[in-house]
């Protein structure tokens, strides 16, 4: 399972560096001024990583106040939303620019405000400009199965998401369309999905988080062990027990202490990535054998 560093755009033009050349990034086309930084700089140093840019769908449903209840940054917004259809011409062109910076991009997926016909239009636009190919088209809930068969038919990517965790919505029936998607040799992304019992009950290809960012947000640190990603207690004894630094319980917003802390935690992160995908090929789901990958 791939897990994808979110929140790439702002740690990177921060000036995190302690980033292996495979790491996953997720970056968001929201933030696009950090993230066109970003992209620039990875460019440079040939990133073998997939750098897959979410269109931000996630901060207008914060607006409409429809937002995740995972650790996506997609909270409750202040001020107006976005014209969602300027916004869209944007994120067409910023695509075209960029294309052969990333991996795959994500479509604009506000079905659940605009309704699907609107998307569906912007669908055949991606296909129009010749970049669909490189398009994470979005399943959500109020989607039917008919619906999710013909988005995975359609694929050109061969790779589809699904909505995370939101309050107020029905859970998708996650394994019933992972196994579909995987019989048809079709990649599926979690949204936000990064909860142990999520990742080990279900087997993405996929899944992104901006939890490792809470080190420097919330004070906390992350701690990998026993299969198990832990919030450390923010004690002395404790972080003696773990072999750590005490001095990175400190608060201060110095720069060397927020960066160190989180090179830290994005050790312990592909710790997890590495643990739930031995599970899943213990199991018998091998991602890479299924669609061909090296």
Known sequence: MNVYFAGMETCYTQGLRDFQPTDNFFCTYYYR??????????????????????????????????????????????GE??????????????????????????????????????????????????????????????????????LIADSQSRYIGLEGLRDKKIRLPYMKILKYAYENKCRVHGFALTNQR??????????????????????????????HMHQLKTTEKHFLEHHLNPELMSHKRDRATQMRKLALTAVEFRKLEAYTTKLWLSRGINWKKNLGEK
Not at 42 to 52: D, E, P, S, V
Not at 97 to 105: A, N, V
Request: with cysteine.
């Open 33 to 78: 001024q950090k993230t066109d930084k970003t992209l620039e700089e990875l460019n440079i140093t040939n990133h073998k990583g997939l750098i897959t840019i979410d269109s931000g769908a996630h901060s207008f449903f914060g607006f409409a106040g429809i937002s995740c209840t995972s650790d996506s940054d997609g909270g409750s917004r202040q």
């Open 81 to 150: 939303m976005p014209d969602p259809y300027a916004y869209f011409e944007n994120y067409v062109q910023w695509v075209k620019k960029y294309y052969d910076k990333i991996s795959y991009f994500v479509e604009l997926d506000l079905q659940d405000l605009l309704g699907q016909d609107v998307i569906n239009g912007w669908r055949q636009r991606w296909k129009d400009e010749g970049l669909y190919d490189k398009c994470i088209t979005v399943h959500h809930s109020m989607n039917t199965w008919e619906e999710l068969e013909a």
């Open 198 to 227: 999520i990742m080990q009950r279900f087997p993405f290809y996929s899944v992104d988080s901006s939890s490792w960012t809470a080190v420097n947000r919330y004070g906390v640190i992350y701690k990998f062990s026993d299969g």
